[in-house]
């Protein structure tokens, strides 16, 4: 099979605006050759350390201690079985899914990063852009490196926006940054809750990341090894925390926002102030981290629209259990009352198909787009998209699910469900 035969292969059924085909056999071919190169997120994390300088991977890649938790999500996702029926299916089912009463291509986000332009110059615009294009979330971070404004500009359909707590002056820079992102047009704003305090990641910590971004000796050699990295910051600028800028002043430069970040950005929301500011948001409001129903009952009672079963990908505490273990259990307390959708783990649509058969209605994931990014610069988004939607198609085609939400009628062996 020659390769633009395969990359139409893969493509057949998907949804008109998923995936970087543009009809054109140049736009093929390239898609082909990418997939024989990578045909799974395994091969473009395996490129990543090579191509983007190792401090840029160990950012991307590290979790908290020893990383147990991000094997323990990893781990949790594989031990996760479903039961295929036949007879019912002679197609690749559709995989576009509504949330909060908009249409998305495909059960997959871009989950809310601070700094993906350390692993990539300029990554939350290409992250933005990919999205956009494919018509799946976009979640723009508080401390990521585009500002609000330029996000809605890059991806005005798919534009959400994450916020971390920054309390000083009765949340008069949160609530600043909700009104911004509102004028933005961003259309759900997602709390994330799972960082009441600051914890450290030790392979960050011993490559010499830091913030503000201050290469030393070794990184500044990992940039000079890395060319296509090296030109990406040349185009893009060195990674600064774009959003928090404004409030530090015009003339202020990297250091003193990342001074600012260091300061202010701190605490996770208390259930008072969730309160607060769902009574300013009028748009769809999410929480990012929920991991106990019973803190999934309290998001229900302040009127949050939706819930993110999530452990932060690993990054936080590595005692925590997997994310995909806690997620039944919130489902059926949020029984309908709310979106669940779930990340921490995702690295494949077999995945995909698992937390929807367990109850999410979307997933979210991180580190895939960080590892595309670094084995793939500014195509890397993209090609993770369609890796994802692909994937996430063949394995609900092959377990008799002719839509995202009929995964759920699946029978599921899941050993290590949590029971509270
Ligand atoms: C480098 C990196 C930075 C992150 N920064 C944030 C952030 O600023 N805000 C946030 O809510 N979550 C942040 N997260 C967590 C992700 O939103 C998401 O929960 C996690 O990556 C999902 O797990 P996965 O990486 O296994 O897909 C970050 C994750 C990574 C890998």
Known sequence: MDDVTKAVELSAGAPATVGTVTGTKTGLERKAGLFRRFPTIAHLRRRAPRHAPRFAFEYMDGGAGEDTCIRRNWAALDSVELVPRYGITTELPPVDIDLFGRRYAAPIGVAPMGGPSIVWPGADEFLAAAAQKARVPYVLGTVGGATIETAATIA????????????????????????????????????????????????????????????????????????????????????????????????????????????????????????????????????????????????????????????????????LPAAIDAL??????????????????????????????????????????????????????????????????AALGQIGARSPAEARNIVVRHPGALRF
């Not at 999410?360 to 500014?378: E, I, S």
């Open 156 to 319: 005005p359909d798919v534009l959400w926006f994450q916020l971390y707590r920054l309390a000083r002056n009765d949340h008069a820079v949160g609530f600043d940054l909700v009104r911004r992102a509102d004028a933005a047009g961003a259309h759900v704003l997602m709390l994330t809750i799972d960082v009441p305090v600051r914890t450290t990641r030790a392979r960050e910590v011993a490559a010499g990341v830091t913030t503000p971004f201050s290469p030393d000796l070794p990184m500044l050699w990992g940039i000079a090894s890395s060319p296509g990295w090296l030109w990406s910051m040349l185009r893009n600028g060195i990674p600064r925390f774009a959003n928090l800028r404004a409030y530090v002043g015009r003339n202020a430069g990297i250091a003193e926002v990342a001074e600012f970040a260091r300061r202010e950005v701190k605490g996770a929301f208390t259930w008072d102030e969730i309160a607060r500011y769902r009574d300013r948001w009028k748009r769809p409001l999410v929480l990012k981290g929920i991991m106990h129903p019973d803190d999934a009952e309290k998001a229900v009672a302040l009127g949050v629209d939706g819930i993110i079963v999530s452990n932060h990908g690993g990054r936080q505490v590595e005692a």
């Open 328 to 393: 039944p259990a919130v489902v059926a307390r949020v029984a309908g009352r709310a979106t669940v959708m779930m990340d921490s783990g995702i690295r494949s649509g077999a995945d995909v198909a698992r937390a929807l058969a367990l109850g999410a209605q979307a997933t979210f994931a991180g580190k895939a787009f960080l590892w595309g990014l670094g084995a793939l610069g500014r195509r890397g988004p993209s090609h993770v998209i369609d890796l994802l939607t692909e994937e996430t198609q």
